[in-house]
Nanobody
Framework: QVQLVESGGKLVQAGGSLRLSCAAS????????MAWFRQAPGKEREFVAARTWGDSIYYSDSVKGRFTISRDNAKNTVYLQMNSLKPEDTAVYYCAATGKSLRTVVLTTTSYNYWGQGTQVTVSS
């Protein structure tokens, strides 16, 4: 059983930067694909970024070039560096883990077995 705990969310002005962290415990971190999803009020949860255990990286089109996902297997932690933030980035951000790695699979919420509780990111205009 894997436990995930996100941190780092807060209120930030448009154009600013923020780094989210997700600490994992209870499993072999290096064997999991780690991802970030987000959910804005009234909207479905959507894919943001993923980094597979094979080190392939995927981003949604809406964050490509602005966000960077990284992982430190020694610390069992995955990060999401968010730059040039926009008001439409406002959402609860969730960390997720899965043993799968195919691109067509890791973009979907249903592929993930483990989820964190979420951290709120609010971008003011």
């Amino acid at each position: 059983q894997v436990q995930l705990v996100e941190s780092g969310g807060k209120l930030v002005q448009a154009g600013g930067s923020l780094r989210l962290s997700c600490a994992a415990s209870g499993g072999t971190f290096s064997r999991y694909t780690m991802a970030w999803f987000r959910q804005a009020p009234g909207k479905e949860r959507e894919f943001v970024a993923a980094r597979t255990w094979g080190d392939s990286i995927y981003y949604s089109d809406s964050v490509k070039g602005r966000f960077t996902i990284s992982r430190d297997n020694a610390k069992n932690t995955v990060y999401l560096q968010m730059n040039s933030l926009k008001p439409e980035d406002t959402a609860v951000y969730y960390c997720a883990a899965t043993g799968k790695s195919l691109r067509t699979v890791v973009l979907t919420t249903t592929s993930y077995n483990y989820w964190g509780q979420g951290t709120q990111v609010t971008v003011s205009s």
